[in-house]
């Protein structure tokens, strides 16, 4: 009998109502070590080296919402947190990979995993030396759902104004750089928490991006969709709360919003927000708001990535160090960075990478 | 020279941003004679004899929606209050019509107007002694927006689980017919105010009609919809608010909102609801809320028409004195009567018969 492997896991020790507690009687989350078994046929064993942090997680551990309600099974109470990974092949009994190979996988905060090899996807070298922590975000399922969203949901087209919330986010600025660079919109307005992040949005393409935390916001948004013909036609929006409440009062008849997110909201209670006074706005501007999720349009992923591959080759999609945030992170400290996801302090991806 | 016609009229006199006011310094409407001029070529006189009350007439006077967010122009201040009516032609300067027929038009609050020939459509006789005011709601405008709600916006099908509330009132009760009788979705439920209206929306056809003032609504509406075979899928919405918030949770995965009114929340200020909890629904069960305006079918409404004849004849569709609310009214309380739109005291149509 070979001797097990020990791993450190992230477990699930309290749902939050609120805000998830690093500390206290309440602690969201326990540090535990585990015995992992020997990987079985089609499996694979991996050494995690960065997890992507994605909002959704948060909705995984909410105590109010019912399992039903969520096309992600949740957490449950003792299990490792649920998260993607970037990890390396140690052992396979897979023929689709071999020992050294990296992959992304759904592993949870965990240092080791035993994955079935299905549901692995190589992460193969990019051009120009271009960190693989990019296919946790831009080249995998954060740039997906701004994809799949801008067009599918939203049937942004040249003649749309797409206003993006939380553009310089992970899906935020990616949409911002698919509407205005790929599809080609005739405006895009960016809305981002700080100046820097604005002019840093600017220079991804936007046409302008205003810092919703300015005192004249509400005046500069109107400005930049004048009525009627400047009005926004497409809100991409990742933030919810008062940024949308503003936003439905400055969309053109037949909008279309992109219901993708609502961080603003995720950690305020079982009531959630202080709650959407516009709704009245969907009715009479006769606006369109749908949720989604990137996996209905699973089978167009190659497609997508394949023209992701191509605009970068012609310019029309920018990646680099900047379009991250990489926080060098020991095991310890893995609940802590992924918190800062709610903070609204990162610039693109936030990503979680094991020292 | 001829006379020229003196006729009274409702005048705005003051844009309401709470409850319409009847009196007082912020009253409303005021009463005032003019004359007309004798109609033109293409014109008729017409001599009022109902007026249709509509929810939506609360949004051509608020003074906290800006012009171009109306598909209808605002009422100014001075001008008569817009309605629309069921009148006797008394003088004809079109081929269109004879002195003696009847029509639908917009005249607005006036005992007498001069109208465009082109904007008034005929009012002939119905079937079984039925009275001619179903053509200001079911066999109108109002019916015909409950059937494109469902049809176009909606895309309901038999498979459907359809909630419809303000189902006892102008929209509902055509919406709950529809669904039910002549779609034929496999469940309709109702929601409406008094156990009477709920009552009568279950012998229009619904399978269930829960009162929302009821201590257990929130327990009936969730024990109608159970998780997740159960869920509601097609949400037909005149009401908004609270009933909007508690619905969100009771929608299934690719649920479909027809955004059609939130008459809780047209008097309650500028700031309008209490606002909206639920948006996050949106995003986690992948519904779609859309607004629409009936007119963009327009170029449907003959073939929309002649189902709603065919559907009366084969017993799909139930139109009688019931379906009606009406009040007979002297002129000087034309006003009082459109009140009582959000008093939720009509079942069917508010129809003011002027006396």
Redesign the interface.
């Known amino acids: 009998m070979e001797e097990s492997i020990k791993t450190r896991q992230w477990q699930l020790a309290h749902k939050p109502r609120h805000e998830p507690q690093l500390s206290g009687p309440e602690q969201t989350f326990k540090l535990a070590e585990v015995d992992l078994p020997e990987p079985k046929d089609d499996e694979v064993l991996l050494k995690l080296l960065s997890y992507s942090n994605d909002p959704a997680q948060r ?1 995984w551990i909410d105590p109010d ?2 399992a ?4 992600v099974p949740p957490v449950k109470i003792g299990q490792p947190m649920s998260a993607f990974g970037l990890a390396e092949v140690v052992e396979s009994k897979s023929s689709k990979f071999s020992k050294g190979d990296t992959v992304t996988a759904p592993t949870g905060w965990t240092e080791y995993a035993i994955v079935k090899a299905g549901s692995c996807q190589p992460a193969k070298d990019l051009p120009s030396g271009l960190s693989k922590t990019h296919y946790l975000g831009a080249l995998g399922l954060t740039g997906l759902t701004a994809y799949f969203g801008l067009t599918e949901v939203g049937q942004t087209t040249k003649d749309d104004v797409v206003v993006v919330s939380g553009a310089a986010g992970a899906t935020g600025m990616m949409a911002v750089q698919i509407a205005k660079k790929i599809i080609g919109s005739k405006k895009v307005i960016g809305i981002a928490g700080t100046d820097e992040k604005c002019r840093w949005v600017e220079k991804l393409g936007a046409d302008v991006c205003l810092n919703y935390k300015s005192k004249s916001f509400a005046e500069d948004l109107k400005k930049e969709t004048p ?2 013909d400047g009005y926004a036609s497409v809100f991409y929006d990742n933030v ?1 709360g008062e940024i ?1 409440d503003l936003t439905l009062t400055r969309m053109g ?1 037949g909008g279309r919003i992109i ?4 961080i603003s ?1 995720y950690n305020t209670s079982a ?23 990137v996996l ?1 349009y699973a089978n167009k992923f190659g497609q997508a990535i394949e023209l992701f591959n191509k605009s970068l080759q012609d310019g029309k999609l920018t990646l680099d160090e900047s379009s991250e945030t990489v926080v060098k992170t020991p095991f310890e400290d893995v609940p802590k960075t992924w918190l800062k996801l709610f903070e609204g302090s990162n610039q693109g991806k936030l990503v979680t990478q094991l020292v």
């Open positions: 909705g919402i019912p039903e309600r969520l096309y009525a009627p919810g949308l008849s219901a993708c997110g609502a909201s009531e959630r927000t202080t709650g959407l006074k516009n709704w009245f706005e969907i009715i009479i501007m006769r606006l369109k708001a749908q949720g989604f999720i209905d």
